[in-house]
């Protein structure tokens, strides 16, 4: 998926106006479906993954933080494409860093 499929197919929560980005805060996880979050310790969100604590914010401010990240190199040589790549309906998987989901 790449951000016009994410921004198409993701499902809106809570009004008909806010798509949800659900991100992990100890892994590079990330989704923007509800439905791949699971519960974790206390009832918080967690990845599906490695358990770890999952926050959300707006996906449209979420990918806009993405673009500000990659103009100043946080995912490294690959740039959005590896923020991309680490999507949940994209890898199954999760990773500690960015370069993990790209082969060279
Ligand atoms: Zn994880």
Not at 44 to 72: I, K, T, W, Y
Request: hydrophobic share 40%; charged share 15%.
């Amino acid at each position: 998926m790449n951000e016009h499929d994410i921004l198409k197919q993701s499902p809106f929560k809570i009004s008909k106006s806010i798509q949800w980005a659900y991100y992990s805060t100890g892994c590079c996880w990330w989704t923007s479906f509800a439905a791949d979050v699971v519960e974790g310790d206390g009832g918080s969100l967690a990845c599906p993954h490695c358990d770890a604590l999952v926050l959300q914010m707006s996906l449209l401010a979420f990918l806009e933080s993405s673009v500000f990240n990659a103009e100043r190199g946080f995912y490294g040589k690959h740039g959005l494409d590896v923020f991309y790549a680490s999507h949940e309906r994209n890898v199954h998987t999760c990773h500690q860093v960015f370069s993990d989901y790209m082969i060279d």
